[in-house]
DNA sequence: ACAACAGTCTAACGACTATTAGAATGTTGT
DNA sequence: ACAACATTCTAATAGTCGTTAGACTGTTGT
């Protein structure tokens, strides 16, 4: 009797974890925890053509993870909720956290774990807002307008090198992106540090700040 | 370049979203967050037969999920660590915001909403603490001895008929059991109700309650 | 109205996954 | 050593998924 009712259940959860087993998919939520976006740019970004791309916002949007929205001759998907982009912050943790090979993976894009733990994040916070560091987000400008973590400054990674006047050479400079995943941070960070600044990368995106519960800030 | 690179990081990822994508994983790793588990009682449990039980075990441990440990004849599987557990609370809790289909099969069970909140659970620890409810843990008894909400008392379902003398009628009861889907503290609360006792049942089991940060308790 | 464009829908192929049955492995008790 | 047992490993089949290409839909600008 209740079998039935019970294998319902978790076929429906299921259906959330298959639309999170595939590797497009998930580089797609992570663009789309940067804010909306269009398929076009989606497909660009994740290197797949528009079709591909399109069969793979279906599959998500089927799983009620992501929204569509006509926008004139364009479609621009995001996520149902805030709570998609955790969920996303947590797969990628417990993955970092329990497969040896996506360490090593890591390790040899970016040296030295910079994961973040609840006080590492209030230190930054703390630091960030008394102005004795310089919190950079070297995303594309319209991903810091939809949100940015708190006292964060705007350089995106394309302009850095003519813009890096605008930075101190005194303060230490800490990098962010789009996530653990993202190499943006790290060139800059490259970029910052061979033109002689105190400059450092952290692998938390908005997703992973504010899946550990802490608070974003927008431009309204 | 980095186009290959990008690749492995979410082929890494994508794997534990595979894992998460079988209804019987799930519900494997539902009990599985309930304590160690042997293979046998994992089937029986799921209604499977052991050959696929053992299928999906297998892939829960190369997505590195769940760990197995030789017992004598038999082999316990538990857990690869307690964010596992995090994660499919995680998992459920966005299905259940998001899937229409998944909230109006859930109301076909258990009628209501008795999600908890921040809130809910504060002020129910503090009446659990105080005395002022009862709070039950229906599950097994082995499953209570893993880990137990605070204040929890343990009388598993199959016990509940002959030890109602146990429980006093002029306190709220509130039974609690595996997590949301679990249908134990149900019928625990229907047997309550229809011999006179002030009883309600919660959504959440172990997982969800320190999910949500909150601590846990255990026989030592 | 028509061309250009962004994206979806349909169909089709090969690759992968779930499930089942049968043989093999390691452990316990005699 | 041997039988009983729990579980895994291997092989096979049916079904599902990712990917690609071609036809189609809705919107914009002329």
């Known amino acids: 009797?209740?079998?039935?009712?019970?294998?319902?259940?978790?076929e429906q959860v299921a259906r959330v974890g298959k639309a999170?087993?595939?590797?497009?998919?998930?580089e797609?939520?992570?663009?789309?925890?940067?804010g909306e976006k269009t398929v076009d740019v989606l497909a660009t970004e994740t290197a797949t053509d528009i079709k591909l791309a399109s069969a793979h916002l279906r599959?998500?949007?089927?799983?009620?993870?992501?929204?569509?929205?006509?926008?004139?001759?364009?479609?621009?998907?995001?996520?149902?909720g805030d709570d998609v982009a955790g969920l996303w912050a947590?797969?990628?943790?417990?993955?970092?956290?329990?497969?040896?090979?996506?360490?090593?993976?890591?390790?040899?894009?970016?040296?030295?774990?910079?994961r973040l733990t609840e006080?590492?994040?209030?230190?930054?916070?703390?630091?960030?807002k008394k102005?004795?560091?310089v919190v950079l987000d070297v995303r594309p400008e319209p991903e810091y307008?939809?949100?940015?973590?708190?006292?964060?400054?705007?350089?995106?990674?394309?302009?850095?090198k003519r813009r890096l006047a605008e930075l101190p050479k005194d303060k230490e400079i800490v990098a962010y992106c789009r996530g653990p995943f993202c190499l943006m941070s790290a060139e800059a960070v490259a970029l910052l540090k061979k033109r002689g600044y105190k400059a450092r990368k952290i692998g938390d995106g908005v997703a992973e700040w504010s899946a550990a519960g802490l608070p974003t800030e927008s431009e309204t």
């Open 1 to 10: 009797m209740s079998r039935a009712l019970k294998d319902l259940l978790y």
């Open 20 to 26: 999170l087993s595939s590797p497009k998919r998930l």
């Open 28 to 34: 797609i939520l992570e663009l789309l925890a940067q």
């Open 59 to 80: 599959v998500l949007k089927e799983s009620r993870l992501v929204e569509a929205r006509r926008d004139g001759r364009f479609i621009a998907y995001r996520l149902a």
């Open 90 to 114: 947590n797969l990628h943790s417990v993955a970092t956290e329990h497969r040896v090979e996506l360490q090593v993976a890591l390790n040899r894009v970016v040296a030295g774990p910079e």
């Open 119 to 128: 006080e590492t994040r209030l230190s930054l916070l703390a630091k960030a």
């Open 131 to 133: 102005g004795s560091v």
């Open 145 to 160: 307008q939809a949100a940015h973590l708190p006292h964060a400054r705007s350089i995106p990674l394309a302009e850095l």
